[in-house]
Nanobody
Framework: VQLQASGGGLVQAGGSLRLSCSVS????????MDWYRQPLGKQRELVAS???????NYADAVKGRFTISRDNAKNTVYLQMNSLKPEDTAVYYC??????????WGQGTQVTVSS
């Protein structure tokens, strides 16, 4: 199983980015997909999740600004990030899990928001 994250970059505060995570080597639709982020020197934190049925959940810090979605036909999960803030700066990781523990991780993509 491989997860390939992409779409990070440098953006000014207030801007937008869309992250993608392409999954291969498995039946994508059976996995709950998560986006995590890890700011430099801090712990990794859960940002958003989407279940096999398409239900979503968000961290309070990103509610109303970020949207997670999945396309089972393309084996891809997305994270649309709007109204970005400097505190959103982090390495963003996608993860796949069946239950509670993450089974597979992507390689991470850097998001930098300048003030």
């Amino acid at each position: 199983v491989q997860l390939q994250a992409s779409g990070g970059g440098l953006v000014q505060a207030g801007g937008s980015l869309r992250l993608s995570c392409s999954v291969s080597g498995t039946l994508f639709s059976i996995w709950t997909m998560d986006w995590y982020r890890q700011p430099l020197g801090k712990q990794r934190e859960l940002v958003a999740s989407t279940t096999t049925g398409g239900a979503t959940n968000y961290a309070d810090a990103v509610k109303g600004r970020f949207t997670i979605s999945r396309d089972n036909a393309k084996n891809t999960v997305y994270l649309q990030m709007n109204s970005l803030k400097p505190e959103d700066t982090a390495v963003y990781y996608c993860g796949a899990r069946r239950f509670i523990r993450t089974d597979y991780w992507g390689q991470g993509t850097q998001v930098t928001v300048s003030s």
